[in-house]
Every structure is written in structure tokens, then in C-alpha cells.
């Protein structure tokens, strides 16, 4: 007699290291054939560990990009004249191409104004007003990287094949993803996330909810999506069985467990039975991020 065997279902896990790898590699054949290289200035404020971390990230991710890096390092005590000084010097420097003012500021300091201080031409995190407009009106700007990367992987549990670098308005790399007739919730509003994602999203075709803290039974929400989006920043809030079956799962979340350990916003281990495809955190969404600041970087330069 034959014994029925269930196997279970596990997601297809979308790897960002793989996926930034090819993009840091397709920036890197462009800059080889420059006769002088992009450069990206990160001005960085105090002795925040966590920013530390994403700079030396980022001084890596340049080196194999091609991409030439120069650091403002400045102390705690700086005032917000000290760095609006350091901002409109890089501002007028032609051989800087891209800045970004690594946050968060020490307390106290107008991270706001000091962002809209950096010259839309050069704002490589895509956070300056008239960069936020262009992505709202579907004009050609720079796109916040967190939601351009994730964009990028959601193309990437769609099968394309195609260099991911391939411009056009929607940012790089994104006019060929089609959402027509989906559903896409993004968990989260924030500024440098939730809203842009979202904007992506419609861009793509997509048929967008955005949840926040004021969503009405999260979980069947949740549960409409074709593809869920998290950016909340609480551990493992998103459950398996607020995912609809066979949905793309980007997490976006960085959480520190009390073991020292990182964890995203979804419940990976019960998510993976359920979902299509699902990004692990750590080695998701984050890589995409610094991948997609040098396309930046190099976007700013043409
Ligand atoms: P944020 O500014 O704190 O925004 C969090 C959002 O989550 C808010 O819109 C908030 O709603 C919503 N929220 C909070 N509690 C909720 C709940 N119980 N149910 C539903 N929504 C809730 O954070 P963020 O800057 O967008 O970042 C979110 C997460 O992504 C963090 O873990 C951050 O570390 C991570 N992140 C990762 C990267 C990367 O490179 N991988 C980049 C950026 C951010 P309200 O607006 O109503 O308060």
C-alpha cells in the first residue's frame, strides 16, 4: 500500500546580497568606462555605532562599484551652521556628485532643513522635497534607495532577468515591473519609507493600501495581499496567517532581539510556509539599500 507524504511549503527566499551583488557589478562595468569616477560624499554627524556600521557599509559598497567615496566626519557638538557649511561646499564642488547626510543628527539638530539644504541634483537618498515631488508626479528623479531596493526584489520574485539597471522614470532598474491586477499593502507611512514604497508600488500598476498604527484589523488586511510590504519596526509582528498564500513578502524592518540576534517585522519561520516568495532579514531588503545608493550615485552623475 503507498503512504501519502505532505511536504511542506517553504517560499522561495529572495537573497539581497546576490541581488546587490549583480547591481554593485552593473555599476562597476559603467564607472569602468568613465574617464573620471562619481564621486559620493556621506557626511557623518557624532559617534552613532549603528551609523558607523552603515558607513564603513558604504565605503565597502563604492569600492566595488567603482565609485570614489569621501567622508565629512564631524563631532557631536557640531551646530547646524557647522554642517549647512560642510553641505553647501559639497554642494558647489563639481566633483562631488552625490551626498548624503547620514541619519540620525545628534539630538537637537534640524535633520529637516539640513536634508532640504542638499542640492536636489545631489540628494542620492532621494529625501529633498522636489525629489519627493517627482516621484509623486511620475517625473524623473532620484528615488529613495529602501524602496527602490525593494522594488528591485519584488522584480527579482517575479523572474526578470534583464540588468537591473535600466533607468527610466520610475527610478532605475523599475520600469519594467507590471503589478497590474495585484494587491500591494504596505505596513507603515514614514517618509523615508512607507510613502514612497507606496508611490512605487501604484506606479507599477499595483493596487495599494498603506496601513499604518490607525489600521483597522491589520491582519485581514494583511491578508488581501498579493504582495505585503513591512516597515513597522516591531519584532515578528507580521504572523503566518496574516499572509495570503503564495504572496511576495518584503521585510523591511530592523529589529535587535535581547540575544544580540536580528529579526525583521514578519515571523520569518512561520511566514516561509505560507508565502510565495519572503526576504530574511538580515541579508534582504538592507544590501539593496547601499546597492541602490550607488545607482544613485551613478544616476546623479549622467
Ligand atoms: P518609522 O518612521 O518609525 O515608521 C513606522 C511606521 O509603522 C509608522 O507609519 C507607524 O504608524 C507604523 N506602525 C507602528 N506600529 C504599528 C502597528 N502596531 N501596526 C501598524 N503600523 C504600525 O520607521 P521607518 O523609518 O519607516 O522604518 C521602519 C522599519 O524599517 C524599522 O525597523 C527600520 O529600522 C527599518 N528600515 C530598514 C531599512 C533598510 O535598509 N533595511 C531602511 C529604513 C528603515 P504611524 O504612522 O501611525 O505612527
Redesign the pocket.
Known sequence: MSKTVFMEHTAQIIDGKIVSNRVLGEIASQTASMATPPGLAVILVGDDPASHVYVANKIKACAKAGIRSIEHRLPATSTNEDIAAVIDALNSDTSVNGILLQLPLPRGLDEDNLVQRIAPEKDVDGLTIPNIGKLVAGLDGLVP??PQ?SMLLIREALNKTSPSLQGGGKGEGLKDIDLSGKNAVV????????KPMAQLLLAANATVTT?????QN?DEVCRSADILVA????PK?VKGNWIKPGAIVID????RLDTGKLCG?VDFDDAVKVAGAITPVPG???P??IACLMANTLKATK
Not at 505596513?187 to 512607507?194: A, E, K, N, T, V
Not at 516597515?231 to 516591531?234: C, F, Y
Open positions: 534607495c529602501t531596493g505596513i507603515g507611512r514614514s517618509l523615508l519609507f512607507g496601513a499604518h498604527s490607525k489600521t491589520l516597515a513597522v519596526g516591531r509582528m523591511v524592518g530592523i529589529n517585522d534582504g531588503v538592507g539593496m539599500t
